[in-house]
């Protein structure tokens, strides 16, 4: 079965200090990842992809996430937090077109930046 | 590029009435969109998958009698709540895609709120 685990419901870390928010997955196949942002009463925001090429992926904003596929992990990354990034972030994983390239979304994990 | 339009952006009608949700692809040609379900503090739970002219395919447990879903072309996509009671009261989103290979984008939602 394929799924998502997003270790941390919540996170606090101060503006100007990194930012770690983890994913871990499990899948049959070679899975697609995404990492989204939803900020309030938004929908969601595509940051990153990961779709079997360059293990290390950067995205918008500042972010990245590695690929560690013995880990199965696709941990989100900042090296400087801004207020600007506090908000809801979502890790996905797609299977690919056997199961119809269905989404499955993590808990999510609510990213406080303290002033 | 890849904008997703969703309107109207909050919605409250009376109990027992219809509401209809617009998901629209403004540049490029969505052949699958999706609508989810949002409940506060939760992550987004997928109500159904439609394709370009077909029939949609609802997840287990969501009513299709309840929640209509139209594709009729390749740039918009329905969903219409009907004879809508408090419970269906939530946070709906769509998100589209014009390849099953490639990350979804997102509406920025509909907040239904039924009195």
């Known amino acids: 079965a394929q799924s998502v685990t997003q270790l941390d419901s919540h996170v606090s870390v101060s503006e100007g200090t990194p930012v770690l928010l983890r994913c871990n997955y499990s899948?049959?196949?070679?899975?697609?990842l995404f990492w989204y942002v939803q900020h309030p009463n938004k929908g969601l925001q595509l940051l990153l992809k990961?779709?079997?090429?360059?293990?290390l992926v950067k995205g918008i904003n500042g972010f990245e996430a590695e690929f560690k596929k013995s880990e199965t992990s696709f941990h989100l990354t900042k090296p400087s937090a801004h207020m600007s990034d506090a908000a809801e972030y979502f890790c996905v994983v797609s299977d690919g077109p056997d199961t119809g390239n269905q989404f499955y979304f993590g808990t999510g994990t609510s990213l406080t930046v303290i002033p | 590029g890849a904008v997703v339009s969703q309107h109207p952006s909050w919605v409250i009608c009376k109990s027992g009435t219809s509401v209809k949700i617009e998901c629209r692809s403004l540049?490029?040609?969505?052949?699958?969109m999706f609508w989810y379900r949002q409940f506060p503090k939760q992550s987004l739970m997928l109500m159904a998958t439609?394709?370009?002219?077909?029939?949609?395919?609802?997840e287990q447990g969501v009513e299709k009698d309840k929640f209509l879903i139209n594709h009729a072309s390749l740039t918009l996509s329905t969903l219409t709540v009907t004879s809508a009671h408090p419970e269906d009261s939530s946070f709906y989103i769509c998100s589209a895609t014009f390849r099953t290979d490639q990350p979804q984008h997102f509406g920025d939602g509909t907040r239904l709120s039924i009195l």
């Open positions: 899948s049959s196949y070679s899975p697609s």
């Open positions: 439609s394709n370009e002219g077909s029939k949609a395919t609802y």
């Open positions: 990961y779709t079997s090429a360059a293990t």
């Open positions: 540049d490029f040609q969505a052949t699958t």
